[in-house]
Structure formats: structure tokens, C-alpha cells
């Protein structure tokens, strides 16, 4: 089985956005990586948001959703505390709902890797003490 893939909001604008600096990349690695992309909400509306002005930007999220290619992997209602408490713990870098979202998704999907532009996942932890594993493209890894 492979691992899942835990979609941030950076590639997923990249995907669409066919001028988005990391387009090729993102659609590279997207091509390699099994069906469905797990997200959250939060990574949905920003994209959503992102996209906005970009004809068909939005449609084109909402269409992945729709076909199964992503599928949201955590029901935020159920996961309020442990939210709460990630982004406490992250205020000063500060973290967003997406990326509180996104972190307690790795710690609930244990080989979760999470597929990002965003070089706040090399400071956030998962279980406190565990490095949340990544995929970016190599100009933002360390």
C-alpha cells in the first residue's frame, strides 16, 4: 500500500493555475501519486479563495473534489482540541487552520506524507516531537 498523499493549499493552486510558478512540478508529482489526495476544508476554501479570479480556478478545485481525485480525510467537528491545541502551540510562527488541519491529518494517517510549498511544515511537529514528512520541490527543503 502506498502512502497516503495529504494535499496542502500551495500545489493544489499550483495544479490549477497553469502560470503558478510550480505548476510543472506540482503536476509532475501529482501524476505519480495514487488517487485520492487526502485534504481538509480549510485547504479547500483557501484554494477555493486563491483561485478565485482565475476563470474556472474555483470550478476546477470543486470538479477534484467531485470526480474523488481529493477527498477531505478529517472531519474537523471531531478534531476541535487537538486543533486548538497545534495552533496554540504554533501561534508565534503563526499556523493556520490548514496547516493545524493538515498536521493532525499526518498524526492520524501515520505514513501520511504532505505534499506542500509551505517551509512552516520543517518547524511543526506531529505527537509533539515527530518531523512531518514532506514533499516540496528541493528549492524550499532544507
Given amino acids: 500500500m502506498r502512502a497516503p498523499v495529504l494535499l496542502d493549499t500551495g500545489p493544489l493552486v499550483a495544479l490549477v493555475h497553469r502560470r503558478d510558478k510550480y505548476h510543472e ?6 501524476e505519480r501519486m495514487p488517487a485520492p489526495l487526502l485534504t481538509c476544508e480549510p485547504v ?21 473534489v467531485e470526480h474523488g481525485l481529493i477527498e477531505v480525510g478529517i472531519h474537523l467537528p471531531g478534531e476541535i482540541m487537538a486543533l486548538r491545541k497545534l ?17 493532525r491529518l499526518s498524526e492520524k494517517e501515520e505514513k501520511g506524507i504532505v505534499f506542500t510549498l509551505d517551509s512552516d511544515f520543517h518547524i511543526y511537529r506531529r505527537h509533539r516531537r515527530q518531523i512531518v514528512p514532506t514533499l516540496m520541490p528541493p528549492e524550499r527543503s532544507r
Fill in 44 to 64: 479547500l476554501t483557501e484554494a477555493c479563495f486563491l483561485l478565485s479570479k482565475l476563470p474556472g480556478g474555483s470550478s476546477a478545485v470543486l470538479e477534484m
Fill in 25 to 30: 512540478w506540482a503536476k509532475a508529482q501529482t
Fill in 87 to 103: 495552533m496554540a502551540r504554533y501561534a508565534d510562527v503563526p499556523m493556520s487552520l490548514a496547516d493545524a488541519c493538515l498536521v
